[in-house]
DNA sequence: CAAACTTATACTCTGGATGAGCATATCCCC
DNA sequence: GGGGATATGCTCATCCAGAGTATAAGTTTG
């Protein structure tokens, strides 16, 4: 904020960008949008604050998905900023990334706009059917030789931080700690948008992105993994009724892991963030499971209890 | 960010602010640094960001604050980014708030810093010796009035919201939500910024900054706070070498709560984040305490292990 | 139609973390 | 050397998260 109206040497006016991380869950898939932004390269919806139409940034946003998607935005969260004077080529860019929320629905549009899945982006990510196969097949083995390559000196350090952002040794796995990961990756030059090393493991692990676009999409994923367990966001996901199952199922699928069915119902039904409809949903396949609703008067009561899951707990 | 070099219609170019929340301890106060901005108006550090030498946000901020105060920082982190048109008079100014963490030491410069308590401008946050006085005295009655001017349906909702944000009834008050409760304060124009209210208590509690100066400093005080208990930030407005005692009485300091020590000194001691020196702290007054250093390797090891205090436990 | 299976819901047990108190050690000051 | 103050070590009760067992109420199948 300027000191005052800094008439004199024009300090460095930048361009605002905007970034959108879109996310949704799909069945069991959570998926976020990605747009066209080069034939053949996919890229987060993207574009600039127009200062004659936003009155504030989260407008901005707002209007460039509409714009890019139509979806209608349940939830918007500020992400970071970003203002490296490299971070694109031509200059200082100055962007803005936000976290949506939206229901699941189909889109189409002229920037050809997509659904993925962020575990395609994120293939280490999903554990919900044990270990992924990427971890095993691809990290463990470069993490491996880059701990051999370690100076003396370093090597503790490097060990200690492979075992505590992957859960090796006895550490155990933190769905949270998406970009972390990332950037570990990143650095051992296992995902595409880093130049592969000589020798390495050719593709790269998962779906690149332009620009670091993958690595907002990890800081929303890491954000909004963090969110669900103090804040009731997991229901801007969800259409307005929806069973105790299917609200586990979509957490399951965000978090990456597998939760403990019966405590989940403990937490949830202490936290009283839901309330019986009196319907029941049918078509389960076997009992009926009664069909709860997001009690939205909480989220007028500020700090927003949460949804209990006070650490996101696997098996 | 930009889908092209948007040569075109030149979108929105917008000024970017910089405004840095910087703190420390001095004793057994947590303190910010003000400047001023006009004669009898303190605020922030702020300036802008110089394309010309500033190649990040936060090597900006480093400028920034180098100038207007000389501190040497020692942590950075990005709040948040303000953009609202109608922040500041005269049109957008783009703001991205910093958090900043110092030693305490003295400092001058022509911009007139001064070091303020943070419990100067958040007078109801010190809970250290009890309930703050301008909770009782100020705080409850106008939440009191606020309630009995609520309409029937908005009751329950502004009770719930009153209590679970100030730790009244049944709730317990939670150091972090340091945010939540100023805004609540604003909305009930018992804050100076906001013009007051008709029959409200003259000056308004705790001392104004300039526009949303106090705001932004109250999101760096909840931030702060929440790290504290996942993150080893203490550690950077502590000396080289410390006693436990020391590192409690910071801790306090920043959370506003007293904690129990000998619980303390367990969570410190599993968290594995300082070692012993083999010195020894004579000036105690009572039995000499061992000084400890911080391990810094464990900021090498990527997701810091935090300090151990999962919840700012108080009495 | 009954047995087998699937899914939902309820209750119990246990280990660990957290909150709180008691006890001891080592200094200073008088 | 006794009292006060601070540091440090240990124990106990309580709560909660993780994990297991049991029952209810449907569908599918022989």
Redesign the pocket.
Known sequence: MPSGPAAHADPARAEVGLNAVIISVDGTTPKLLTVERQPHEDGLPSGHLDDTVDRTLEQGVRRLVGRETGLPVRYFEQLYTFGDRNRVPGGRSLAVAYLALVRHQGVQGEANPSWRSCYELFPWEDWRDGPPAALEGSVVPALERWLACAQPGELSTRQERAELTFGLGHARWDPVRVLDRYELLYELRLVGEAAPVDGGPGPGLGLPLSLDHRRIAAAALERLRGKLAYRPVVFEVLPETF???RLQQVVEALAGQVL????F???V?SANLVEPTGEWD?R???????LYRFRREVLRERPAPGL?L??L???
Do not use: Y
Not at 260 to 263: A, D, L
């Open positions: 069973s105790l199952s403990h069915k019966q405590n119902r403990r937490l039904g049918q389960t396949g076997g009992r009926p499971a009664e209990g006070r650490r707990g696997g098996p």
